[in-house]
């Protein structure tokens, strides 16, 4: 992985990701070390983040990196109509690693062609987050002691998450079977239907949530995006559809847990934060120690 960028988790193979979760552990263990003494991370954020860009930076500073770069990108010469290539050109003369956030899908593929520094990809639109998915990996094998043969719920808006079609590629390679709970308007894509056909994967899709919630060894909820619909009346019509509440958890296995990438609007209810099997706070702390893995992996850094 040393000097590659990370743009899709389709470019990550099982032992990558198995090992990704190996090193966060190390981290988690001892998350405060001088790994990355005289390296410069840039942060290019063209869209709101609060624990992308927070953990990135938590992660580089506990291990004695700098940051720099924007939250904003009216505050860049972006807003005098630089272009991306510039931006990146510009950035990576003053960075050994770029870490970018940007609402256009392909994004991050093309920055990464045009840079010679790495790039993380921290989202690029409706596409791909594959560090989320790579520290939802390791919450879930933290929380399940396995990857393998594990029954996941995936509830919400599957057809623009970008985190949801991210864990789906990744857990496809474990023999995961995959119950998709949305409503018609936001159904997850067929292009992922047909790659979970071409494994031979058991999915299932639902319109009622808690039918079969007692098989789930994972529920990933997930919000309903406003900032993805063209119509507002479409959003409207669908923000509400599902809310988890803590009754709804009497019936569900013992290990399970409840995982969302966050921020959640009201699609989790306040009373299932004290429930056990609500995961999602220590979920955005795994962030961090899986952000060092793979900054360091990526750095070359041991
Ligand atoms: N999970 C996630 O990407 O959160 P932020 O948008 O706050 O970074």
Do not use: C, W
């Amino acid at each position: 992985m040393k000097n590659k960028s990370l743009v899709s988790i389709n470019d990550f193979t099982k032992e990558n990701h198995l090992r990704i979760i190996e090193l966060a552990a190390e981290f988690e263990k001892k998350p405060v070390q001088d790994l990355l003494s005289g390296k410069v991370i840039a942060t290019l954020f063209f869209e709101p983040s609060t624990r992308t860009r927070l953990s990135f930076e938590s992660a580089v500073n506990k291990l004695g990196g700098r940051i720099i770069g924007f939250t904003d990108a009216s505050s860049s010469s972006v807003s005098k109509g630089e272009s991306l290539k510039d931006t990146i050109k510009t950035v990576m003369n003053y960075s050994d690693l770029i870490i970018m956030r940007h609402p256009i899908e392909g994004s991050a593929r093309y920055a990464s062609e045009v840079s010679n520094v790495p790039i993380i990809n921290a989202g690029d639109g409706a596409n791909q987050h594959p560090t989320q998915t790579l520290l939802d990996l390791y919450s879930i094998y933290k929380t399940q002691g396995t990857l393998d043969g594990l029954s996941i719920f995936l509830v919400g808006d599957l057809k623009y998450g970008r985190t949801v079609h991210s864990l789906l590629m990744a857990m496809s390679q474990f023999n995961t079977t995959f119950h998709f709970v949305s409503p018609v308007e936001l159904k997850i894509p067929d292009e992922y239907k047909i790659h979970l056909d071409s494994l031979g994967l058991k999915y299932f899709e639902h319109t009622d949530f808690t039918a079969n919630i007692h098989e789930a060894d994972i529920v990933y909820m997930t919000r309903v995006q406003r900032e993805r619909f063209s119509d507002p009346i479409e959003y409207e019509k669908v923000k509400n559809t599902y809310v988890l509440r803590n009754y709804m958890l009497s019936e569900t296995k013992p290990g399970m847990k409840i995982l969302h990438p966050l921020p959640r609007v009201n699609e989790i209810n306040d009373d299932v934060d004290e429930n056990t099997k609500a995961y999602y706070f220590t979920q955005a702390l795994n962030g961090v120690f899986t952000r060092q893995a793979i900054i360091t992996s990526i750095l070359g850094i041991k």
